[in-house]
């Protein structure tokens, strides 16, 4: 069973490398955001609470994504292992993870931060100009991930992998790979 996270600043390609590390891993890619983006497309009741946080950059409020999660994580698929993207983004709903996995007696193999620079990061979100991804949401996604995500390197040290985010997608997924070698 392969159990893992992917942390990094936005922009630092984590849905890119998770579809293609879910594709060699054969485990599902479960990203919060695609999730979210999802709901507020078909105007749900969750996708109506989740837009003006995603408009505006702010995290979602951790019970209605630790409820979604707990959610996906229970569905079929997700027994064979999963890569998480964008979830946990703070060391509450990393508390949550911990629960939720402890309920089924499994742990994560591992945590990996993929590392990139501010400015490539502000660089990569313009050219591609996702709703939230104006120059104000970017600095406030920015900040939160400073202020509330990045405690999570702390919070899973004995787990982390921190892998360099910069070169093409295929270098770097080779790269993550190399890293988990011994871990999943
Ligand atoms: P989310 O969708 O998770 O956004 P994010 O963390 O801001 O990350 P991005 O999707 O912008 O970037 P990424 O790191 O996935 O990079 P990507 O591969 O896309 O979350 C959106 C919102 O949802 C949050 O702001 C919040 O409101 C809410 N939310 C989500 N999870 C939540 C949670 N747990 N709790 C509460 N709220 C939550 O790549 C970015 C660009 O770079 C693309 O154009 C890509 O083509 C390009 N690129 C990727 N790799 C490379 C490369 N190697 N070289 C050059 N370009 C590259």
Redesign the pocket.
């Not at 990094?8 to 490398?17: C, I, L, N, R, V």
């Not at 950059?57 to 979602?60: A, K, R, S």
């Given at each position: 069973m392969t159990r893992l996270v992917l942390v990094?600043?936005?922009?630092?390609?984590?849905?890119?490398?998770a579809v293609a590390l879910s594709e060699k891993l054969r485990i599902p890619h479960i990203?919060?955001?695609?999730l979210?983006?999802a709901h507020v497309g078909e105007q749900t009741p969750l996708g109506q609470e989740?837009k003006r946080?995603?408009d505006s950059?702010?995290?979602?409020p951790?019970s209605v994504?630790n409820e979604m999660v707990r959610e996906r994580l229970a569905e079929p698929d997700a027994k064979v292992g999963f890569l998480l993207?964008?979830?946990?983004?703070n060391t509450k709903?990393a508390d949550v993870l911990g629960e939720i996995l402890g309920e089924v007696d499994t742990k994560l193999n591992a945590v990996i931060q993929?590392q990139v620079s501010e400015d490539v990061v502000v660089d990569?979100?313009l050219?591609?100009g996702?709703s939230?991804?104006t120059e104000e949401v970017i600095r406030r996604?920015q900040q939160i991930y400073v202020s509330e995500t990045a405690p999570l390197l702390e919070y899973y040290a004995d787990i982390l992998v921190t892998v360099d985010?910069?070169?093409?997608?295929d270098e770097?997924s080779a790269r993550v790979l190399e890293a988990l070698r011994d871990r999943t």
């Open positions: 990094g600043p936005p922009g630092a390609g984590k849905g890119t490398q990203s919060t955001g695609d979210f983006r989740a946080y995603l950059g702010e995290l979602v951790d994504t993207d964008g979830f946990p983004r709903q993929l990569r979100l050219s591609r996702r939230d991804d996604r985010g910069v070169g093409t997608v770097i």
